[in-house]
């Protein structure tokens, strides 16, 4: 059995507290020193895939001596599987931008920027609504920081925070060369702060209640609670705030239909865990992480379509900018249907999965290469599915 925590669910994210201005008034009075302690000690990891330590993010951006700094919050959620930053935006989207200030005032920030995924336009009219009220407190809190809104064209590689900043900027979204990281060289090439919706939202969470409290959820690599998007084959899908650290089999105890094969979890660039690993399979940094995306599979799937349809995802979304992904997502798509057909023999897999690993070693940005993700974990474990 892995050490792992039950199954529990949490309401800190979209609990009513830490919405109004006293509120915000109270942890802005903090020092910078404080707040990044607070983060170091909580052990909050950033909730959008890669989970980079917040505080020590914070407290490379607060240490650069150029006065010009930026703090950019990651709406653009193009991961298949995840809905989660939506709906954060929609019900507690205050608690957004109080994270963003709280963050701003940490670093020494002048400017925020919100990048939100193009099809979340509609959110647009009641997050300027909000971002009025909160203009209005800043200058009542005597804080000189401002947040606007750029919106996605509907690039999934744009999530990608260097090819982010570009696409800011008015240039093509692609990723840039790291380092420099965005803490040195981040948005018109200063030093910037870019966390996912949820992570300012936790930050500003575990500065209100204490790292003490924070750190007693989760296990000791995966601290606190996060929210998940669950869909595919379950009777009940929605987002769910859970205590990290429990195992994929008590997760489909929960929310499976009572035949589940499979759990991808972490989206398409995320892995896929088959039955015979659910017990040991602990869905945080020590076994399988996620940005919060959980697809359901049940045993009326077939996962030969399911990876091929990431595959198709992938090769549409690959930048083109450097030739691993370029050329190996299009060969991995074409070369899973020669085997399909019967055209390559089954043997052909073995040189797909060693283009997959090359792509992990070589591919420029994290879109290639996570790509090998999805690809290794269902070819192993379904390979009698991705045959003629
Ligand atoms: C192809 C690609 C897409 C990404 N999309 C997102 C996204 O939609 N939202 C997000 O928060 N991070 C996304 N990321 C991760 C970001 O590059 C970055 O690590 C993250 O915004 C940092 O925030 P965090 O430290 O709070 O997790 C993506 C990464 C890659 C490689």
Known sequence: MANNKPLKKVDLIFSEAFLNRD???????????????????????GRGGAGF???????????QKDPEKYVVCNADEGEP?????????????????????????TIGAKEGYLYLRGEYRFLLPK?????????????????????????GS????????????ESMQGDRGEPRNKPPYPTEYGFRGKPTVINNVETF???????????????????????????????????IPGIYELELG????????????????????????????????FTDTIIGFEGVPTGGSMMLFNSSRSMY???????????????????????GCQQLFLGIEAVKRGEKPASYLETLLKLSQTMKITAKCGLGQSVGNSFHSIVNNFREEMIY
């Open 154 to 165: 509907g690039a999934y590689v744009c999530g990608e925070e260097s090819a982010l900043f």
């Open 201 to 235: 939202v936790s930050a500003l969470i575990i500065n209100r209640i204490g790292a003490e409290k924070y750190q007693k959820l989760g296990t000791v690599d995966s601290r606190g609670s996060k929210l998940f998007s669950i869909s595919g084959d379950t009777p």
């Open 53 to 63: 330590p917040t505080g020590l993010k914070w407290k490379f951006t607060r240490d």
């Open 305 to 327: 379509n399911v990876l091929h349809n990431y595959l198709d995802f992938f090769k549409e979304e690959s930048c083109g900018q450097c030739t691993p992904c370029r050329v």
């Open 81 to 105: 599987g995840t809905f989660k930053d939506r709906e954060i935006l929609d019900r507690v989207g205050r608690k957004v931008f109080n994270g963003m200030a709280l963050c701003a005032r």
């Open 23 to 45: 509120e915000l008034k109270e942890v802005l009075s903090r020092s910078a020193d404080e707040v990044i302690q607070e983060l170091l000690d909580s052990g909050l990891r």
């Open 246 to 277: 429990m195992t994929v089999e008590q997760f489909v105890n929960e929310f499976g239909d009572g035949d589940t094969k499979a759990v991808q979890v972490g989206g398409a660039a995320g892995f896929c865990v088959p039955r015979k690993k």
């Open 127 to 151: 997050l300027y609504q909000i971002l009025d009220e909160f203009h209005e407190d800043m200058k009542a809190l005597g804080m000189d920081f401002h947040i606007d809104i750029k919106l």
